[in-house]
């Protein structure tokens, strides 16, 4: 039993750590890359490398076409950030 309680609070470590560490460069991978290319270039979205307006595009929506109209579900904060950093 002591043994599980210890596997388990390293687990919850490892995972907490992961959600500090945002990865941008996966998460950009399986939410942007199918329209935006598969580092920012463009393909049959806008280039992305360099812009400034990534995170708020990504939070806030309001282009003035899908899928940006509105926000892209399931991005938090911080993720949005580490997918700005990833194309800067
Ligand atoms: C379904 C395809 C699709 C996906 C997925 C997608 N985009 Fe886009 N994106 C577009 C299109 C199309 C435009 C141009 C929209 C417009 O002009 O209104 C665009 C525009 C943008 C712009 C504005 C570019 C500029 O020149 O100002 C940003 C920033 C952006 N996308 C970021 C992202 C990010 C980050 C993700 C992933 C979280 C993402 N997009 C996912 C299709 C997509």
């Known amino acids: 039993m002591k043994r599980f309680t210890i596997v388990m609070a390293a687990l919850a470590m490892m995972m907490s750590t992961a959600a500090f560490a945002e990865d941008g460069a996966a998460i950009y991978k399986t939410k942007c890359a199918m329209c935006h290319g598969a580092t920012g270039e463009g393909k049959m979205a806008p280039a992305l490398k360099g812009k400034a ?16 109209k509105a926000p892209i579900a399931g991005v938090t904060a911080d993720q949005a950030k580490a997918i700005a950093t990833f194309l800067k």
Request: proline content about 6%; glycine content about 12%; hydrophobic content about 45%.
């Open 53 to 68: 307006n990534v995170a708020d595009v990504i939070l806030k929506g309001g282009l003035t076409k899908a899928p940006h």
